[in-house]
């Protein structure tokens, strides 16, 4: 395996660049690779085995493409797949985790909140994750259906978005939450009007710049991270309409980016 080879990133849609744009600062020479299964996004609502056949066709495609290691920029397909793709796979597979522990370890008011989606919030890793830090915190779980849309479409702020994420943040800040984990990776693109909403006072705990300090050391654990310091290039696929992702995706890596269609073996 090359040390230049890319690193494959993929999340159910446009969320993953949240962690993407987190290895891009972190590891500023490496070329990325990105595929937004936006055709099948959510993720949140369908079933594990359905990820899973996803979660292994998105891989072996982002293989293909010689990639180094992947990241599963996605929680949802991480409690449903991650363990699947570690033992299918053996490059280092990078994967989510919920920042529980280090809010349950930093709240003031003693409650927590999380915002994530029903696959995540219903896994046994997030069982265990609470199991673990809920001793040290009063943890509050809130399902968002509607919102991984909301960003899909690429309204941030319109009316919509901001009415359901009121709606899903008032029962956490009435319960005195001082601090609110962003436990899906589509979310951390919400951070100002979650601010605008909770107050400036309330801490949000985004995973992904962990993650990607993570991928850091894990390649440099396999000897793996390429000797370029920069000039890192990315590369973007969609699985829904070109036309109608990529727009959003280039609205979201802030950038005027080239998006190309996923082979149609991959749909
Ligand atoms: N961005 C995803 C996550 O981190 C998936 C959201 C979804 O597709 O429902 O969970």
Known sequence: MAVTNPIGVFDSGVGGLSV??????ELP???L???ADSAHAPYGEKSPEFIQARALAITEFLLEQQAKAIVVACNTATSAAAAIL????????IAMEPAVKPAALSTQTGVVGVLATRGTLSSDNFAKLTSRFGEHA??????CPGLVEQIEAGDLSGEKTKALLTQYLQPLLQRHADTIVLGCTHYPFLVPLI????GSKVVIIDPAPAVARELHRRLAGSSLLSPKVDGGRQHFWTSAAVTKTGPIIAQ???AKIKVQSLPVAFY
């Open 33 to 35: 690779l990105y595929v």
């Open 20 to 25: 993407l744009r987190d290895i891009r600062n």
């Open 252 to 254: 979201l890596w802030g």
């Open 138 to 143: 009063e943890i509050l779980v809130q399902p």
């Open 86 to 93: 570690r033992a299918r796979f053996s490059v280092p597979i």
């Open 29 to 31: 020479g490496e070329d």
């Open 195 to 198: 601010q605008e909403i909770a």
